[in-house]
């Protein structure tokens, strides 16, 4: 007999997000997925200029903070037929390489390595031998005995007064922990410099977008100016400090997120056979190098991987009708007409129907509507997005770079190739391609460098904002690689104003509930034959949900027919 247990809030995460498990002798025989809340910017949208989405779009999340203003101009400037100047293009790339650095360092210590990561018996390391430990995996300055035994009487003193601080709610002590004391005081101690050089690497978006979160997108280009000697501009002082960020940041992760990561993986190596999931991989391919149109110059390429056969890579289209659809048999909306089936995004539709019982009840009814997320899915099959399915797309697409980090992270840890389908190979795919992306961002600025010196300082084309110009309709569609994703955004724009909008997001494909054949997506599938130790600590389910990263943004209030708010989820901060 199965027993049912319930997390929910899933925690460390952006958002809301709910998890239903049914666990059978000592596993999880099945699994549900709820999305708890809402955005609907695609009806707050409707009307506006096209040349604005972007600004609010952006506020869809403060953790991925640029990469849906940068997927709307591009779907604008591809309804429009807009090209970008080359510098543009470049500072685009520059701001996302930042924001992946940032992002998956954020992720694997602040969101993800605490599942790994015992704090309270790191106060049980021998500080010297945490140095030499250190020492071994590492050139990076901080790892002397006297910095590792600081730490501790700091950490000490809060268990001490009975408070943990920002390490109170954790599993401490259970079973599925398996660091020695000193692996997971150097986890503890990068934990804290991970906190302070993140407020670091964002300085990038300050310069060239103003600010952070949500840095200042444009339509056509990029709203900074390349001066030489005006301080107002992007003269050469503030280029040369973007060239430190970008270079410091690549030292963070070489030097303390990559030698971690490993040490940590050496020990889990059983979860390179938990949590695999789906078998299916999609990205959709970024950062250009030759212009956002010559797909072939992406340095993260598109494919689509099915059943784990990554000697076949098939080809993406995201304008015809039958390849991306979203479906809503087991979602919280209602097609005009009750229509079925589903909808490719350029039809899409945003009408919320909640027919889930009112708060509060202790289980949904999955066999029902049961989550705020549509069902996309790919020529009608579920596909996993995020880091993993970005390396292997470029691993099966045969690009040398991806092949490298790749084959020496699975000699190091002498692991087949296989492990890379798990929860462990999601968690190890996000910091290899951290290193690919570090070394990228500083390609994109050399050859920014490079354009200026040649003396094209172009940073936008206006020739065709004017709505006048406009034809009367017009479709588009851009993406993205987003952090956690195959992210893109589909705008119908009639008569100068955007008359439908939707975006399909990474936490969608991956998060959703079952379609109306049954198929599940990849959290569920991923969280089937977890093993839970303790149904009361259910620390697996965690290790393996943030191994995707979620992100479902956006607070909602909830009114019943009669307009009585019934449930209020709010989030502080964005």
Aim: a neutral charge; one cysteine or more; hydrophobic letters at 35%.
């Amino acid at each position: 007999m199965s027993t049912r247990i319930v997390v929910d809030p899933v925690t460390r995460i952006e958002g809301h997000l709910r998890i239903e498990a049914d666990i059978e002798n000592g596993k999880i025989k099945d699994a549900f997925s709820s999305g708890t809340m809402v955005r609907l910017l695609e009806e707050i949208l409707k009307g506006r200029d096209p040349r604005d989405a972007w600004a609010f779009v952006g506020r869809v999340c403060g953790v991925c903070t640029s990469v849906h203003s940068l997927t709307s101009v591009r779907c604008v400037e591809d309804a429009l037929d807009i090209v970008v100047p080359p510098n543009a293009e470049m500072v685009r790339n520059i701001m996302f390489c930042a924001q992946y650095m940032h992002d998956h360092v954020v992720h694997f210590y602040h969101l993800h390595a605490m599942d790994w990561v015992d704090v309270v018996n790191a106060l049980k390391a021998d500080p010297k031998k945490t140095s030499e430990l250190a020492q071994s995996i590492s050139n990076w300055p901080k790892s002397s005995p006297g910095y590792f035994s600081d730490l501790q009487k700091r950490i000490t003193k809060f268990v001490e007064s009975g408070q943990l601080g920002i390490f109170s709610n954790g599993y401490w002590g259970h079973s599925a922990y398996k660091l020695p004391a000193e692996v997971n005081l150097i986890g503890l101690a990068h934990y804290l410099e991970a906190l302070e050089w993140q407020k670091e690497i964002v300085k990038v978006h300050t310069i060239f977008g103003g600010k952070n979160p949500h840095p200042n997108y444009l339509v056509g280009g990029m709203a900074c100016a390349i001066t030489t000697d005006d301080i107002s501009g992007l003269n050469a002082e503030r280029l040369a400090y973007v060239g430190q960020l970008l270079q410091q940041g690549k030292e963070f992760i070489e030097q303390v997120y990559i030698p971690d990561l490993m040490a940590i993986a050496s020990f889990y190596k059983d979860w390179g056979a938990i949590g695999g999931g789906l078998g299916n991989y999609m990205a959709y391919g970024d950062l250009p190098w030759n212009g956002y149109r010559d797909t072939s110059s992406y340095k993260f390429p598109s494919g689509v991987i099915l059943n784990k056969d990554i000697s076949k890579v098939y080809d993406v289209d995201l304008r015809k009708d039958d390849e991306v659809q979203e479906f809503i048999d087991h979602s919280w909306y209602e097609y005009k007409g009750g229509e079925k089936g589903g909808l490719h995004p350029w039809k899409g539709e945003s009408k919320i129907k909640y027919t889930g019982p009112k708060p509060p009840f202790q289980n949904l009814d999955t066999t029902q509507k049961y989550s705020y997320l549509k069902t996309p899915r790919w020529k009608g099959n579920a596909v996993e997005v995020g880091p993993l399915s970005r390396m292997l797309v470029g691993y099966a697409r045969g690009r040398e770079e991806f092949k490298q980090v790749v084959d020496k992270a699975l000699t190091d840890l002498n692991v087949p190739i296989t492990a890379l389908f798990s929860t462990l190979g999601r968690t190890a795919a996000r910091g290899l391609e951290s290193t690919l992306v570090a070394q990228w961002g500083l390609d994109f600025y050399h050859q920014l460098l490079a354009n200026i010196k040649n003396g094209d300082t172009r940073m936008a084309d206006s020739t065709k904002r004017d709505p006048s110009k406009w034809p009367a309709k017009a479709l588009g569609v851009g993406h993205s690689e987003a952090p956690r994703g195959a992210l893109a955004h589909w705008i119908n724009i009639e008569d100068q104003k955007i008359a439908n909008y939707q975006l399909v997001v990474p936490t969608t494909w991956n998060a959703s509930p079952r379609d109306g054949k049954g198929q599940v997506s990849a959290y569920e599938a991923a969280l089937r034959d977890t093993p839970v130790a303790d149904i009361k600590q259910p620390l697996e389910i965690i290790r393996t949900i943030h191994s995707f990263d979620p992100c479902l943004a956006c607070a909602v209030h909830l009114y019943d027919e009669d307009g009585k708010q019934i449930s209020r989820i709010s989030i502080l901060g964005d």
